[in-house]
């Protein structure tokens, strides 16, 4: 019943801006933490980015200073604000979250960025 539904993927040149979003059904929003994990071809899928139901963030270094996360509970939703991108952001864009009732994870199905120079 869990979904999470990515989009906002797109094409952009280096320097430009894109925003990602997660609209997440089928559970209790409010009580899960939510992250932004990515992965490009031939490279490890790593965490971008996390958020947890009270509203702390944390970022990975690459994109400190340059992405913003944020969550909306009413709309149970959450963002992925990218500036100053760069090529090697170029990835597939996953949401993820955690039930921290239940421990459980959920995914969902990615959404391509690709920054051309």
């Known amino acids: 019943q869990v979904q999470l539904v990515e989009s906002g993927g797109g094409l952009v040149q280096a320097g430009g801006s894109l925003s990602l979003s997660c609209a997440a059904s089928?559970?209790?929003?409010?009580?899960?933490?939510m992250a932004w994990y990515r992965q490009a071809p031939g490279k490890q899928r790593e965490l971008v980015a996390g958020?947890?139901?009270?509203?702390?963030?944390n970022y990975a270094d690459t994109v400190k200073d340059r992405f913003t996360i944020s969550r909306r509970n009413a709309k149970n939703t959450v963002y992925l604000q990218m500036n100053s991108l760069k090529p090697e952001d170029t990835a597939v864009y996953y949401c993820?979250?955690?039930?921290?009732?239940?421990?459980?994870?959920?995914w969902g199905q990615g959404t391509q960025v690709t920054v051309s120079s």
């Open positions: 089928g559970m209790i929003f409010s009580i899960n933490a």
């Open positions: 958020i947890t139901s009270g509203g702390s963030t």
């Open positions: 993820q979250s955690i039930d921290l009732l239940t421990k459980r994870e959920y």
